[in-house]
């Protein structure tokens, strides 16, 4: 009678799950710019800072319940933004970046801490969009573990061919590297193809 | 410079442990193993390697191949694959990882492997 009893409560007042859509890649792919573009168009406000120099997101970055629309249906998540994940980091890259000794060797602790804590996040995620560069050689191991990671836990991904705005892009190449997933070209910095995005999100999500 | 370059089967790979893979990674040297690691333990070597980071040792470069070209192969042969997988406990292929400031970059095509020093 009582486990009849929690059952019922316990379905009555479930809270719905909330999904995590988890933005992964290698470093300086423009997550945090895509991230701050999803955010923008859905909530009117940036999720990070953006950087040219690497590993400019150290921590996860989470924005609760953005909620897309499309047809007259809406759709809601917690989007995570990652750290980028990297097998090298050297303080002297800072350093040749401009930044001066100490700072350096700071980021570079909290840079390999941000790389941990992004692969310990990949359990917590309902999908993830692993954003790529499409103007850099998709063939590496950071992406290939990346993607090698998702499907061993079952989780869905789409890869995001990023930077389609520049001349150098090369998104065929990307899909060619990767045939067995879906991939869409987008550019977070301009709004290139973002609304193609968030129709393959709903898509995915529903 | 001096290159140290380790060659492990999997299997002592698998005896001895990650601290024994980390330490030789410490150590300079650039180890070669005989199967194609799962990305797991790739996974957990990245991790790993990055808690070790510091001014002498700047991480890792990795890569992995397989002997075999799934995305070519047909649903049998797959299945006939890991099958053999299973029986002999291992991915056929091999892994090479090497400190970060010894290789400087490891570049892949589906195919093979080059080693930048």
């Known amino acids: 009678m009582m486990s009849w009893l929690t059952r019922l409560f316990g379905s009555l007042f479930k809270r719905q799950k909330e999904i995590k859509l988890g933005l992964y890649g290698p470093v300086n792919s423009g997550k945090t710019t895509l991230a701050n573009r999803i ?31 499309n047809k007259g249906k809406s759709l809601t998540f917690n989007l995570v933004d990652t750290p980028g994940i990297a097998t090298k980091i050297d303080f002297e890259d800072f350093v040749k970046a401009g930044m001066n000794k100490v700072e350096s060797k700071k980021r570079a ?38 993607l090698g990671n998702l499907d061993a836990r079952k989780i869905p991904l789409l890869i995001v061919g990023n930077k389609t705005d520049l001349k150098s892009a090369n998104l065929d190449r990307v899909k060619s590297a990767f045939p067995s997933y879906s991939t869409i070209g987008v550019s977070a910095k301009s709004g290139k193809n973002v609304d193609g995005l968030y129709k393959e999100l709903f898509n995915a999500l529903k | 410079m001096n290159v140290k370059f380790k060659l492990l089967a999997y299997e002592k790979f698998k005896k001895d442990g990650f601290d024994a893979l980390i330490n030789d990674l410490r ?69 090479i990882i090497g400190p970060a400031k010894v290789v400087h970059k490891i570049k892949k095509n589906p195919e093979e492997l080059m080693v930048f020093m």
């Open chain 2, 27 to 95: 150590d300079s040297k650039i180890v070669m193993i005989d199967a194609k690691l799962t990305p797991e333990q790739e996974a957990y070597i990245i991790e790993q390697t990055m808690k070790q980071v510091s001014e002498k040792f700047a991480g890792i470069e990795l890569a992995s191949l397989s002997v075999l070209n799934e995305a070519e192969m047909g649903g049998f042969d797959k299945l006939k694959n890991a099958l053999f997988e299973t029986i002999i406990g291992k991915k056929r292929g091999f892994t």
């Open chain 1, 39 to 69: 955010c923008m168009d859905w909530l009117g406000e940036e999720l990070g800072t953006v950087s040219s120099i690497p590993h400019e997101t150290r921590e996860i970055q989470m924005k609760e319940k953005v909620t897309i629309k």
């Open chain 1, 109 to 146: 602790k909290e840079a390999t801490k941000g790389v941990i804590e992004s692969i310990k996040w990949l359990d917590n995620m309902d999908m993830v969009l692993v954003v790529l560069d499409s103007t850099a050689d998709p063939i590496n191991q950071v992406n290939i573990t990346i």
